[in-house]
């Protein structure tokens, strides 16, 4: 009798007893201001160390999408390091590709660049002058920053600017291409280490479950969008082409980079039409009309093609989107108004493995 009283003293005494405490509100506030420092903390890291983090994100999501492809050439028996070579050879070959594409015609623009910035004022001045509140004639183009002599004159120090950006733009590059080819490499053992890392088996389902619809979600998003916008840059290739714009090939690569980067890319390829068409042809409606049909061929295929073909599955908020290339571009500059999107759906599938799918219904009024 005494050792069964002695027993049950000693689990009582081991049995944590849970008391209920009652947060007030200053206990909340103090919460939430713990949690907003650490926000603004953890933003100004990413901001600070972005010549590091940057390329490592890059080569992340990029080592995500090339996961499906990494998979096939594996159960092929190549080895995962020889794999990560041949996957990262092909995508600097592609990137070169690219930029040696471009190559030509950016430099014939930068040389044209004071001719057609004269041809575009005198295009645009009838226009100008028609709004009487701007104030602009002719004498505004003729001094101060905006003339062709003072933009020729501070060309010397837009290009010491560009070389000196030369250097850490090379050191980033090799810093993206190395730890994608590690990323890659060594990409099922981290997958398999952050697996083993939780305790209990559902959470290890849960990482399992996180894990794969990120890599689906990626993998599916990229190569969906990668042929509905190069169907756009063929389009776009058939307006240049027969609004006689020059180089329409070439404009129709533009229209297929600038489709990765909704809003900012899209609104930036129709001021660029305009601006073209303003200097090809005299007439005002011939020369907007290349920028309204490849704003509108855009506008149904972002609203229409693209929703039907990816479905309600990879869904995001315009809203959404919009702030992420916002805050991603004010970060990271181009490369992050490259990653706003990716970002997104990585976020967005956490949330939906992790958030409870069973949703309240309301009730209606009787």
């Known amino acids: 009798m005494e050792n069964a009283a002695w027993a049950a003293e000693r689990a009582r005494r081991k049995t944590p007893h849970r008391v209920k405490v009652r947060k007030t509100a200053l206990?909340?506030?103090?919460?939430w201001a713990?949690?907003?420092i650490f926000a603004i903390m953890a933003t100004a890291v990413v901001y600070l160390a972005s010549s590091v983090l940057m390329p490592i994100t890059l080569a992340i999501v990029v080592g995500l999408i090339l996961g499906v492809a990494a998979d096939r050439l594996g159960k092929l028996g190549i080895p995962p390091m020889a794999t990560a070579v041949i996957l990262t050879s092909l995508f600097a070959f592609l990137l070169f590709f690219i930029i040696n594409t471009l190559a030509t015609p950016m430099a014939e623009l930068a040389a044209e660049a004071p001719a057609m910035l004269e041809r575009t004022i005198e295009r645009m001045l009838p226009y100008l002058e028609r709004v009487k509140w701007l104030n602009v004639t002719a004498a505004t183009f003729r001094s101060g920053p905006l003339t062709p002599e003072a933009l020729i004159e501070n060309m010397g120090a837009v290009l010491s600017t560009l070389a000196t950006r030369v250097t850490p733009a090379l050191v980033q590059a090799l810093i993206f291409f190395g730890a994608l080819v590690f990323f890659l490499g060594s990409r099922l053992a981290l997958r398999r280490a952050l697996i083993i890392a939780f305790n209990d088996r559902a959470?290890?389902?849960?990482?399992?479950?996180i894990l794969n619809s990120i890599e689906q979600a990626l993998g599916f998003?990229?190569?969906t969008a990668t042929l509905l916008y190069a169907a756009a840059g063929v389009v776009m290739t058939v307006i240049a082409w027969a609004g006689g714009l020059p180089m329409p090939g070439l404009w129709g690569l533009f229209a297929f980079l600038s489709?990765?980067?909704?809003y900012?890319?899209?609104a930036l390829m129709t001021l660029s039409l305009a601006i073209s068409g303003l200097l090809?042809?005299?007439?005002?409606?011939?020369?907007l009309a290349p920028a309204l049909a490849f704003f509108t061929v855009h506008a149904v295929m972002e609203n229409l093609v693209t929703p039907a073909v990816m479905g309600r599955r990879l869904e995001i908020n315009p809203f959404m989107v919009f702030v992420a290339i916002i805050f991603w571009t004010w970060?990271?500059?181009?490369?992050?108004?490259?990653l706003a999107v990716p970002l997104s759906l990585i976020a967005m599938t956490i949330a939906n493995e992790m958030l409870p799918q069973s949703r309240i219904q309301p009730k209606l009024p009787g």
């Open 221 to 223: 998003y990229f190569a």
């Open 259 to 262: 489709s990765f980067v909704p």
């Open 34 to 36: 713990v949690l907003g």
């Open 280 to 287: 090809t042809h005299d007439g005002l409606l011939v020369a």
């Open 264 to 266: 900012l890319g899209i």
């Open 27 to 31: 206990d909340l506030a103090l919460i």
């Open 331 to 338: 970060m990271w500059g181009a490369v992050g108004a490259v």
């Open 203 to 209: 959470r290890r389902l849960s990482a399992i479950r």
